[in-house]
């Protein structure tokens, strides 16, 4: 006796990830407009951080170099023709050379804050991305789960699982889209920033060096 083992039903396949996008409904364009966004400002903001162009470790050593042996002036002029961050630092504080410490001091800073304020201005979109898209995609799913009880109780859908799953199924979608457009840009805008934060302590370092040849320079103080 031969014994037909039962033919499964076809199952569907998964979709693709433009069935996916489409299904996710109009919530995926502001999504996918936040991913635009967030790849545009990451990628000038990692051309824009790189080493070469705040002021290579190079740089920095001249400087100090020419300030101890041609003197401040030299040191100055070295910085005016160049157009690094570190380099408009250090020339404001060449150009306080004679000036009290605190003085000197007090430009810097104020130079410095102003160069920090630049180069982390176009951060603020990554972060608003990074914050944005998960709740763009919670509000996709939150309505796709309204649509999806809505045409249960219209269509008289009681006992019927499967139309609720797929409702679910597709309203998720967005939830996803979100997250894989939030965590990418919270990796970036922190990777960045880091990149910042390490310039800001190379700067501070070289001011140091330099100011200690300033100070040099201008002989002891008199008691």
């Known amino acids: ?30 999504i996918g407009i936040c991913s635009i966004v967030a790849l545009a400002y990451a990628t000038e903001r990692w051309l824009r951080l790189r080493p070469s162009l705040l002021g290579p470790a190079t740089f920095g050593r001249n400087v100090l170099s020419t300030a101890q042996d041609k003197g401040p002036k030299s040191a100055l002029e070295l910085c005016e023709s160049k157009r690094f961050p570190v380099a408009r630092i250090l020339a404001a504080g060449l150009r306080k050379a004679e000036a009290p410490f605190l003085d000197r001091e007090k430009v810097v800073e104020d130079r410095a804050a102003s160069e920090v304020r630049a180069l982390g201005a176009n951060l603020r979109p990554l972060f608003l991305v990074w914050l944005i898209a998960p709740l763009l995609g919670l509000l996709g799913t939150v309505w796709g789960m309204i649509e999806a009880f809505s ?64 100070q040099s320079s201008q002989g002891s103080p008199t008691a």
């Open 1 to 30: 006796m031969i014994v037909n083992e039962p033919t499964s039903s076809p199952q569907a396949s998964m979709e693709s990830l433009f069935d996916l996008l489409v299904a996710g409904g109009p919530m995926m364009i502001p």
């Open 151 to 214: 045409n249960i109780a219209l269509e008289d859908g009681l006992g019927r699982p499967e139309m609720l799953a797929s409702g679910i199924y597709k309203a998720l979608t967005t939830t996803a889209a979100g997250l894989a457009v939030a965590i990418p840009a919270m990796v970036a805008h922190f990777y960045l920033k880091g990149r910042i934060e390490r310039f800001v302590r190379r700067s501070e370092d070289l001011y140091r060096e330099l100011d200690d040849t300033l």
